[in-house]
Nanobody
Framework: VQLQASGGGLVQAGGSLRLSCAAP????????MGWYRQAPGKERELVAE???????NYADSVKGRFIASRDNAKNTVQLQMNSLKSEDTAVYYC????????????WGQGTLVTVSS
């Protein structure tokens, strides 16, 4: 099972991008949907996540710039990224945690975000 992510691309510093991710309708009971990123030479890190109840959690580095939102009925999650910085350059992965389900949840294929300075 793989999530489908889209919306990455090349943007200048200070610009905006919106990422979208959809989980198959066959997946039910999604507790958390979120976004992780992995920059070259670095470990994958949490960017933002949204619970089924609408609570959000953000990495300190993106607070005030990124907004995560979710549509439970459609099994989708979005990430609105504003005021992008060069250090936001990474491959972004969406994730869905299902209970019961795989320990680390289901993942998307990754979408590249490149921010030019």
């Amino acid at each position: 099972v793989q999530l489908q992510a889209s919306g990455g691309g090349l943007v200048q510093a200070g610009g905006s991008l919106r990422l979208s991710c959809a989980a198959p309708g066959s997946i039910t009971g999604i507790r958390i949907m979120g976004w992780y990123r992995q920059a070259p030479g670095k470990e994958r890190e949490l960017v933002a996540e949204v619970t089924s109840g609408g609570s959000t959690n953000y990495a300190d580095s993106v607070k005030g710039r990124f907004i995560a939102s979710r549509d439970n009925a459609k099994n989708t999650v979005q990430l609105q990224m504003n005021s992008l910085k060069s250090e936001d350059t990474a491959v972004y992965y969406c994730n869905a945690v299902v209970l019961p389900g795989p320990l680390n949840g289901y993942w998307g294929q990754g979408t590249l975000v490149t921010v030019s300075s």
